[in-house]
């Protein structure tokens, strides 16, 4: 191989390992108290959200504008992952006073 396409070959390879591919987060959610823990929170389109009931009794995540609605068992953890970006309220349906925003990025 000659000593140009060499270091061009390096230099290529070098490039390729700085480019390392985002990875995406997981995030939880905690409902205890009747409460939800962080009542306010952040994440990135790909997330993972770990919804975790530490209640006894069962709880829901369902968002006001209709973008998720998840059930969670008392004792259990679920986890979905975030596809949509924008800022999210959302509560249980069976408690209402539960209330907390989720803020998606793209």
Wanted: net charge positive; with cysteine; charged share 15%.
């Amino acid at each position: 191989m000659l000593p140009g396409r060499y270091l061009a070959t390096l230099a290529l390879l070098a490039l390729g390992a700085l480019a390392v591919p985002a990875h995406a987060a997981t995030l939880r959610i905690v409902m205890e108290n009747m409460a939800i823990s962080p009542a306010e929170a952040s994440a990135k389109v790909g997330d993972t959200i770990e919804w975790v009931n530490k209640d006894v009794l069962a709880h829901t995540a369902t968002a006001k504008n209709g973008d998720f609605d998840v059930t969670i068992a008392p004792k259990q953890t679920i986890r979905s992952v975030l596809i949509k970006a924008g800022t999210v309220d959302y509560y249980c349906r069976y408690h209402p006073n539960m209330k907390a925003v989720l803020t998606i990025a793209p």
